[in-house]
């Protein structure tokens, strides 16, 4: 994401400070697929535009990491989210600059005299706005946002622009994100509504603002104006994922090929054909049934680079191939989210198969720690 040491990337430059021609270009790179660089070090590098697959992969990880995003302010690492099971709750502002205060070991009030307290609240702000764009980013570039990612009342007050005091913030809708927070006594509207807002939205304006200013790319456009008349719910459903992940859902998108020389055909043979329909299904049944869903997001991790099915893009191609032999592991490309099988398909064998695709799963899991957030 940056050439730049001086910490002027995509994710972090101030669009208001920049000019029309950076601007244009920080706009066009985070509406785009992402360009990265392969190669080692010794062999020089190499560029390659994504096609899917890896920037799926690093945007799992980056909001796996996000509820552990922190800043860090003198000794102390101040986190910048609070987790909750519906989703990241930023921290409030006030608490921000108490826990900022207490790690220089000053008053809250005496904050903003402090050498480097400015410098540390900034760059709280950056991360807040960088946390943003990678939301855009991911949309744009056609990958729904997790379920968890953030409670409904921020889904429906950034990318919506309903404040919980507004009529056209349904009071089933509201009651229902109030809910997820664990907030009881709901049962005066009007006084819930304002202290839903006085808490959770202007209680942290400033960095509700800054993930606004990530998603509007600095307020180039307004999300919400892409969804007038659309209700909450609808909005939910177009850009984040189901908060479930069933084996029926997988089976639904699956779909068969097989390459022989080279060339894709749809027509399988019976062994095929029985593995595709029967064998692979019953095996994500056996382990829904044994582990919820923990094997079926594995499984789609494996696939896809995603723990949760992309509706944007739901297909997944399972495609019998020339492996090598009979018994070789599944391959997976994230890229087109396609699983390939020996042409043999483990005689569509329910336990051959358990065993080559776990082993596979498992030998591909590797460590996600060299991506970061910080």
């Known amino acids: ?29 985070l509406l785009s697929p992402a360009e990265w660089n392969f190669g080692a070090a010794m062999e020089g590098v190499e560029k390659g535009i994504d096609e899917g697959g890896l920037t799926r992969a690093f945007l799992e990880s980056v ?27 930023p921290t409030p502002d006030e608490i921000l600059r108490f826990n900022v205060a207490c790690s220089f070991n000053v008053k809250v009030g005496e904050l903003d005299g402090t050498d480097g307290a400015f ?3 900034e760059k709280a702000q950056q991360l807040y706005r960088a946390f943003g764009r990678l939301m855009i980013h991911s949309l744009a570039t056609n990958h729904i946002l997790p379920w968890n990612l953030l409670p ?23 009651f229902s994100h109030l809910k997820e927070l664990n907030w009881r ?12 807002k006085n808490n ?27 969804f007038v008349g659309r209700d909450i719910q609808v909005v939910d459903g177009i850009l984040f994922a189901s908060p ?28 095929q054909d029985t593995f595709l329909k029967e064998t692979l299904p019953c095996l994500l049944r056996r382990k829904e049934a044994a582990s919820g869903s923990e094997f079926l997001r594995a499984f789609l991790r494996h696939v896809t680079g995603l723990s949760y099915i992309n ?14 032999s009979q018994t070789a592991l599944p391959v997976a490309h994230t890229c087109e989210q396609q699983l390939s099988f020996p042409l043999e398909a483990y005689d569509a064998n329910v336990e051959s198969l358990a065993y080559y695709l776990g082993k596979a799963i498992e030998y591909s899991a590797g460590d996600a720690s060299g991506i970061t957030m910080t």
């Open 119 to 121: 410098e540390v609240l």
């Open 200 to 226: 959770l939205i202007e209680g942290r304006s400033k960095c509700l603002y800054s993930i606004h200013q990530g998603l509007t790319l600095d307020d180039q456009f307004e999300l919400q104006d892409f």
């Open 244 to 271: 479930d992940v069933t084996a029926a859902m997988i089976i639904m998108n699956l779909k068969g090929c097989k390459m022989v020389e080279n060339a894709r055909i749809d027509h399988l043979d019976p062994i």
């Open 63 to 89: 909001w796996q990491q996000a509820g552990k995003l922190s800043v860090k302010s003198n000794t102390t690492l101040v986190a910048l989210f609070e987790e909750e099971a519906c989703g990241l709750v």
């Open 185 to 196: 006594a709901l049962d005066d509207d009007d006084n819930i509504r304002l202290h839903a």
């Open 152 to 174: 409904g009342i921020y889904r429906a007050y950034l990318i919506g622009g309903k404040m919980p005091t507004e009529p056209d913030y349904p009071s089933t809708e509201l």
């Open 311 to 324: 509706r944007g893009k739901p297909t997944i191609d399972i495609c019998f191939e020339q492996l090598g």
């Open 1 to 29: 994401w940056s050439k730049d040491p001086d910490d002027k990337s995509y994710l972090f430059i101030n669009l208001a400070d920049a000019n029309f021609k950076v601007q244009t270009k920080v706009c066009r790179a």
